[in-house]
């Protein structure tokens, strides 16, 4: 029988198990919905029916201006974009082919300043310095970025890691490292420690199946309890010398799962058990061919990836025309086999994670949040190396615990659910409104408190894939503001400063891809970068958005938001969002006390005329007036519907005259 390269059913699943040039359109010219002052979005929503196209299909936008739409250059069309990390006035979007270089000093012109085509799985991002990290983790992946892919079993040519470029010319990346992992990286978290500026330190998640130790010496993939090397149940922790990034090496595997048990789960909906069933009876019935992946069932091989597999029987062969009957079986008969050489092990029924998806770190706070399989993790990052888990939560209601973001000052944690593996349909009508989103939580004493659920609010078709995916906080002052990617839901945002009752408050959306079938396209990641909305469209390229002012987000407030500047960032390296002083995070206050009836109105305006008169004057006029109204704050605060706001108004205006020169 010829054998068939492992690399093409990898890249024929890739998308099913990872789920795990310049802007040629702007929306410029499209504001936004008139009366966007409004807090009541349209009814009927005008997400619902938008019409299907690849570049061309319908949008609602609510909240948002669109400032540009930019397709992928031409060696990433048509492979699927990953996440993003930002260095300067640049995004680096990654993709499964490798990761463009945009330079976004004008969002609404952005203009590629480098391809760098290296084809891995996933190819998530992480920068900091001179220095970006990119994940590597399916087979196919090759040390030297070749696009030939690895077909042999056991290969020295073979990626699964991490690899590390020096972008001091960020045109031309050099490669300058790699890390070998066993399990190689799905994803990978940065920790730049603020007490080792020598050092950084890359927490890696694998997923994948638990490589040969004879192409990487000292993997196994045992039980714990009978092989205590397992490249199961740990993460791996990597040091990276920032002078000299080459000797990064592992450093430690913390075992962070050791005694967590099988978490409950809900399976699927019935609808979507006979759906599938009859599905997979009906592909049966004319031939197709079928995958078992453990821990998942059935699945159907597409026939766009059957032929590409038959295709690479043929040619190992070395025949030519269509595939035969001997073929097909051949191909039957290989499946099985490289299904197994692709998973690993499954774990004893009674046994939780194995891994994690994501890390979220965030160091100026010592703690991370980990989104791993059954479970979301609280861990203890004060010691990088050897983090520590501190509490563990895990919810019927959730399929895949995915990501995890926390609010400014480290008192929630928000964990979202990629029920379905982000490949599927997950916001239909008939979906839960449970299954599938987000979940609060309030951290208290170092443990957990569930609060509410979260999930994009309006149904999406059975030809979008859709469940929540990656987003990070907006930097609106004193409230927990976030933009989240919902795959082909579009892009939602919303306000979880209230724990118990998030609300969404501004939105993006297209029709599908194809109004008669599911294809995969959608946000992978939205992410807020100093004063602008960038979003990662795994097919139609690298959308960039700014709020809009309405009756949830002021002027003030998104003014205050866009003086945050970042010099760079990782949103799974979660840093500490500061506001300089300014007139805008005063008058955000305001806005926030008159929303909120938390200052008597006719405060309010005294309070508002005073600034605007300090804001004239200069010097030590401008310091004096900005003094009195700080006193002046102080003493209304104790009778304010607000007095914590009014009191954190007060330090901000009494900042803004230690500003003042």
Known sequence: MPSVPLRSLSLALGLWSAACAHSTSSGADNPGPKGSTSTTAASPDPRVGLRAGKMDAAEAVWNLRVLSKTPPSQQFVDESNSDLAFKDHYAIQGNYNGYQVWDITDPRKPALTTAYLCPASQSDVSVYQNLLFVSGENLAARLDCGTEGVADTVSSERLRGLRIFDISDIAHPKNVGNVQTCRGSHTHSLLVDPRDPENVYVYISGSSSVRSSSELPGCTSGMPDQDPNSALFRIEVIKVPLAHPEQAAIVSSPRIFNNLTAPPRHGETQQDSLARAKALADAKARGAFIASMPGHGDMVLSDEDSAALLDEIVKARNGSGPPTA????????????????????????????????????????????????????????????????????????????????????????????????????????????????????????????????????????????????????????????????????GLSVFDWTDAKHPKEIAFFDRGPMDSTRMEFAGYWSTYWYNGVIVGSEAVRGLDIFELTPSGFISQNEIDAAKTVHLDYLNVQGQPKLVWPPSFALARAYLDQLERSKGL??????????????????????????????????????????????????????????????
């Open 326 to 489: 001997a073929d097909s079986a051949a191909l039957r008969q290989a499946i099985p086999g490289m299904m197994a050489a692709m998973m690993s092990p499954q774990a004893d029924s009674g046994s939780g994670p194995t891994q994690c998806h994501d890390i979220t770190l965030y160091p100026a706070i010592g703690l991370a949040g980990g989104a791993c399989e059954g479970y979301g993790l609280l861990l203890d990052i004060k010691d990088p190396t050897h983090p520590a888990r501190i509490a563990a939560v895990s919810d019927s209601n959730f399929s895949y615990w995915h990501s995890a973001t926390f609010n400014n000052d480290g008192t929630k944690v928000l964990f979202s659910d990629e029920w379905g593996g982000g490949g599927q349909p997950k916001c239909r009508k008939t979906d839960p409104r449970d299954w599938g989103a987000d979940a609060i939580f309030t951290i208290s004493d170092r443990t957990m408190q569930f609060q509410s659920y979260y999930k994009l609010p309006t149904p999406q078709t059975p030809q979008e894939n859709c469940v929540a995916h990656n987003g990070s906080l907006v930097p609106i002052p004193g409230r927990d503001v976030m933009v989240q990617a919902w795959y082909q839901g």
């Open 600 to 661: 008597d109105q006719g405060q309010l305006s005294a309070a508002r005329k005073e600034l605007a008169g300090a804001e004239k004057a200069s010097g030590t006029a401008r310091q004096d007036a900005l003094t009195k109204l700080a006193t002046e704050l102080d003493g209304e605060a104790g009778g304010a519907g607000d007095a914590a706001k009014v009191r954190t108004l007060a330090g901000a205006v009494r900042q803004l005259a230690g500003a003042t020169t």
